[in-house]
Structures are given as C-alpha cells and as structure tokens.
Nanobody, 122 residues
Framework: QVQLVESGGGLVQAGGSLRLSCAASGGTFSRYRMGWFRQAPGKEREFVAAVIWDDGRTLYSDSVKGRFDVSRDNAKNTVYLQMNTLKPEDTAVYYC???????????????WGQGTQVTVSS
C-alpha cells in the first residue's frame, strides 16, 4: 500500500521560502511520476509541479515556474518542493501525489497524501 506523507508547511511572509517534503513508502518509486498539487479555499485543485522519479525530468505550472523547484532523493524515498519568492496567492493546501506509468503530468494520479497548509502573508 503506497503511502505519502507531506510535511514542511507553515506561515511565511511574502518573498520568503519554504521546503515541502513528501515521504513515500509501500512502492517501487523508480517507476512513478510524483506530483505536487494545491488547493486554495473556494478553488479547484491545481497542478503545481511533477518529477519523474527514474530520470528526474520535471514540469512546472506557469504560475510557479522559476520560483519553485521539485526534486527527489532516491535514498530517502522523498520528494521535495522548494518554494521561493512566495506570494500571497500561493496560499493553499499542498498535496503530494504519485502516479504509476502513463503519460500525463497533470492528471490520473493514483495516490495522494493528506496535505500540508502553506500560508503566505502580505
């Protein structure tokens, strides 16, 4: 059973940084695509970034490109989302997700974490 546990959320001022972690267990993650999504109050969940565990290829949404960086640590089975130059509009619950196989970067994820709150004050 795949389990994903996020951590690292919190309150930060605009312009600051946070690093989210997603500890993965219960699977052979070299075969997975790992994604980060977020959902703000009253809005739909949106894709933020993803990384292919095997080769490290990444994709970012336009809203975070150049500010966020997604990476993985194979030894720790952990995926990270480094968030820099945070803006109030980045405030949301951030979710880690895993997808086995397939070609889509932004949908079709099979497993989800419980989410971690990120709040950016102006």
């Amino acid at each position: 059973q795949v389990q994903l546990v996020e951590s690292g959320g919190g309150l930060v001022q605009a312009g600051g940084s946070l690093r989210l972690s997603c500890a993965a267990s219960g699977g052979t993650f070299s075969r997975y695509r790992m994604g980060w999504f977020r959902q703000a109050p009253g809005k739909e969940r949106e894709f933020v970034a993803a990384v292919i565990w095997d080769d490290g290829r990444t994709l970012y949404s336009d809203s975070v490109k150049g500010r966020f960086d997604v990476s993985r640590d194979n030894a720790k089975n952990t995926v990270y989302l480094q968030m820099n130059t945070l803006k109030p509009e980045d405030t949301a619950v951030y979710y880690c997700a895993a997808r086995l196989g397939g070609n889509s970067w932004t949908r079709g994820y099979d497993y989800w974490g419980q989410g971690t709150q990120v709040t950016v004050s102006s």
